[in-house]
């Protein structure tokens, strides 16, 4: 798998895309950690909800995010 586009790839496949990117630095999954903290502990995983429900694209996601600390 080579796009990791909605169109291109399954539901399994976005799932184990966002699992793989969130949990592949610490091999564990966020509950109760606090390593890196950028929504608040486990809640990181949510934000990426609608990327696994084929609804927004990870770049959508990431640029929604970042407004927020952009000027």
């Known amino acids: 798998m080579d796009s990791i ?3 291109d790839t399954t539901r399994e496949e976005r799932e184990k895309i ?3 990117a969130l949990f592949g630095d610490c091999g564990s999954e966020c509950e ?3 390593g890196c903290d950028n929504a608040g502990g ?3 995983e949510k934000l990426y ?3 696994i429900d084929g609804l927004k694209e990870i ?3 990431n640029a929604e995010y ?3 600390f952009v000027r």
């Open 42 to 44: 486990g809640s990181i």
């Open 49 to 51: 909800q609608p990327y």
């Open 66 to 68: 970042s407004a927020h």
């Open 59 to 61: 770049s959508e996601i």
């Open 32 to 34: 109760f950690c606090s």
């Open 5 to 7: 586009l909605i169109k």
């Open 18 to 20: 966002v699992r793989q």
